[in-house]
């Protein structure tokens, strides 16, 4: 019953999947311009409403990055630190593009700078980063993107390789289900061209739609690499912050929301690996507390 007459991906458990993941009502491709919801029978509209109105995986990686040690004001404060460091990379980049000889490279050289700081600006100020996820182009809140980046600075510190290695598994699955996408975007393509699809939907030009960013739940989390500086200019930790980091005081520090990401992702990671990703999808993806990122 959960498959329904269409492909899998118009199917209401992979709806409910991509719910549980993070994908938001208003991120949604219309088809026959009208709510999703309504291509399917009552008995499973209200599954579906219940499941856009849950906590979701997203949700609680924001939470949890927004906890990011570090972050806070009253102590190491990172977020001040990296703002100082970036206006000083900014400013050197300044200074040896005035200092080059050749006008052309000298114009290249702050033009490469003015991209960059509006760059780091989107990020930087909440108030251009607000305005970006509204668009629905982020989708972390301010504060999680910090805590995201601070763990891609220092992920080589023993409190933070545990997280690291967690965003780039988030990464992953959502690398996988972007190409499991485009695959039967593909096939549809091949079996029926651009005929209407059998969900409901205009088929093709529809799923094609689907591989856009709009619909990567993880996307910030490819984009942190676009906020990267040379590591000289990384904030380096403080006496304090290093012991706070150290191994043994970040094993008692291992909040409940990590455990529980951790066991669902490690649990997908192994069937991942055994059953492929069409598998693992039709089966959905559970852990211990089932209200918070149960995706069965």
């Known amino acids: 019953d959960y498959l329904g007459n269409s492909s899998g991906f118009q199917s209401v458990q992979f709806r409910l999947l991509e ?3 993070g994908i938001r009502k208003d991120d949604r491709i219309q088809y026959g311009g009208v709510d999703y919801k309504l291509a399917f029978d009552e ?12 906590p979701t995986l997203l949700l609680l990686l924001d939470h949890w990055l927004s906890r990011t040690p570090g972050l806070e004001e009253n102590g190491f404060n990172f977020w001040r630190r990296f703002a100082f460091a970036v206006s000083e990379f900014l400013n050197n980049m300044e200074e040896q593009a ?10 290249d050289l702050m033009k490469e700078r003015e991209k960059l700081f509006e760059t780091f600006e989107s990020i930087l100020v909440r108030e251009k980063h607000d305005e970006l996820l509204k668009k629905g182009i982020r989708k972390l809140s301010y504060k999680a993107m910090q805590g ?18 967690l965003l780039q598994l988030l990464m992953d699955f959502e690398s996988l289900l972007t190409k499991w996408r485009y695959n039967h975007v593909l096939l549809v393509q091949r079996m029926i061209g651009s005929k209407a699809g059998t969900g409901g939907s205009s088929g093709y030009q529809y799923l094609r739609s689907t591989v856009s960013d709009r619909y ?8 942190l690499s676009t906020f990267l500086i040379p590591r000289d200019y990384i904030p380096p930790l403080t006496r304090t912050m290093t012991k706070r980091l150290n191994y043994r005081s970040s094993l008692s520090a291992v909040g ?7 066991e669902a992702t490690d649990d997908l990671q192994r069937r991942l690996r055994t059953n492929g990703i069409s ?14 990122i149960s995706l069965k």
């Open 148 to 165: 995201a980046l601070m763990i891609s600075f220092y992920s080589d510190v023993p409190r933070f390789s545990q997280p690291y290695q």
């Open 216 to 223: 990567k739940v993880f996307n910030d989390l490819f984009n």
């Open 43 to 54: 008995k499973y509209r209200k599954k579906l409403e219940d499941s856009e109105n849950s």
């Open 98 to 107: 005035k200092q080059e000889p050749d006008e052309k490279v000298k114009e």
């Open 256 to 262: 409940t929301d990590l455990l529980l990401i951790t």
């Open 19 to 21: 719910n549980k993941l």
């Open 279 to 292: 598998t693992v999808l039709s089966e959905g993806i559970t852990s211990p507390d089932d209200n918070v």
